[in-house]
């Protein structure tokens, strides 16, 4: 069975909503308003040396597909298989090319076979619905010193019962980003 690992970077009071560019209020808020230490992102190199496979929902592929595929600091990501969960997507991006994936059902079947870990980038609605499936086995954390009040959360907000998470790494980094690794407690 593969590891299924959704990454994040979240706001003090949980916002994951538009880190980078976006139509988000605070859009852009991990570079405008952190400053910038590069010790903070190691676990993103990690993530591309580790990971196997790339999932995401239909917004993120399409904010994804046309930067990603000419950033060379992707090239990783960029050279593995990605998979996109969609009942609405009617064909994947040419530039950068994703098996369709319509159901929950398949993304379970995904990660029951063999290979490494599949990762999770963006895609906070698919994350909430990996996680009500209990699909999800690990999240990583980045969570940066700002509270930005409303927006998108990480984890849902909708009624469920308790999920238990295990701490397997942290750390708190000179710019006060903290990176906090949860395996999923089954």
């Known amino acids: 069975m593969r590891q299924l690992i959704v990454t994040a970077f979240v706001s003090a009071d949980g916002v994951a909503e538009a880190p980078g560019d976006g139509e988000y209020r605070n859009a852009g808020w991990t570079f405008k308003d952190v400053e910038f230490d590069p010790a903070a992102y190691e676990i993103k190199g990690r993530e591309q040396e580790e990971a196997a496979a790339l999932l995401f929902g239909r917004r993120s592929y399409e904010a994804f597909a046309p930067v990603w595929p000419g950033m060379a600091e992707f090239a990783a990501f ?17 530039r950068w090319p994703a098996t369709i994936l319509r159901s929950l059902d398949e993304v379970a079947a995904l990660r029951a076979g063999d290979g490494g870990p599949i990762l999770v980038q963006g895609s906070l609605e698919l994350g909430h619905a990996l996680a009500a499936a209990g699909l999800v086995d690990r999240y990583h954390v980045l969570v940066f010193p700002v509270l930005l009040g409303a927006g998108k959360w990480l984890f849902s907000a909708a009624s469920h019962p308790t999920q238990r998470l295990a701490v397997v790494e942290s750390e708190t980094y000179g710019n006060g980003v903290q990176k906090v690794v949860y395996d999923v407690l089954r």
């Open 78 to 94: 960029n050279a593995m298989p990605r998979f996109v969960v969609s009942t609405s997507l009617a064909a994947d991006d040419e």
